[in-house]
């Protein structure tokens, strides 16, 4: 299960060199259907991973409440570093740094070892 995670996540680093590269509306659809695509299999896995490395089932809705949480501030924060980002680099600086968190976020799973 971490593979996918760790693969999709991969994959949307990898969607966000393709507006670097490709810097027309064909390279924003191509990044669209790339990026699309692996946040959808990120999802999905990520949250199926988080439910078997749950400490209790019976405190399940608590934990998913916090892991909700944990996906709501970044989304918030991430505006107004994004505006910082292109006022600073501009939006090829933020398409980067974007990748560069991104393959960061996708190996802090390699540490998860408990999956029942």
Same mark, same amino acid.
């Given at each position: 299960?971490?593979?996918?995670?760790?693969?999709?996540?991969? $994959?949307?680093?990898?969607?966000?060199?393709?507006?670097?590269?490709?810097?027309?509306?064909? $390279?924003?659809?191509?990044?669209?259907?790339?990026? $699309?695509?692996?946040?959808?299999?990120?999802?999905?896995?990520?949250?199926?991973?988080v439910n078997k490395v749950l400490p209790q089932a019976e405190d399940?809705?608590?934990?998913?409440?916090?892991?909700?949480?944990? %996906?709501?501030?970044?989304?918030?924060?991430?505006?107004?570093?994004?505006?910082? %980002?292109?006022?600073? %680099? $501009?939006?090829?600086?933020?398409?980067a740094v974007a990748g560069v968190i991104t393959l960061a976020g996708?190996?802090?799973?390699?540490?998860?070892?408990?999956?029942?």
């Amino acid at each position: 299960m971490k593979v996918f995670v760790i693969v999709s996540g991969v $994959g949307l680093a990898l969607s966000l060199v393709i507006p670097l590269v490709l810097r027309s509306y064909t $390279g924003m659809m191509t990044f669209s259907l790339a990026n $699309g695509f692996a946040f959808g299999v990120y999802m999905a896995v990520d949250t199926a991973l988080v439910n078997k490395v749950l400490p209790q089932a019976e405190d399940a809705a608590k934990d998913l409440g916090v892991m909700n949480m944990s %996906i709501g501030f970044p989304q918030i924060l991430s505006a107004s570093l994004g505006a910082a %980002i292109v006022g600073t %680099i $501009g939006y090829r600086g933020l398409f980067a740094v974007a990748g560069v968190i991104t393959l960061a976020g996708a190996v802090a799973v390699l540490p998860v070892r408990k999956v029942r």
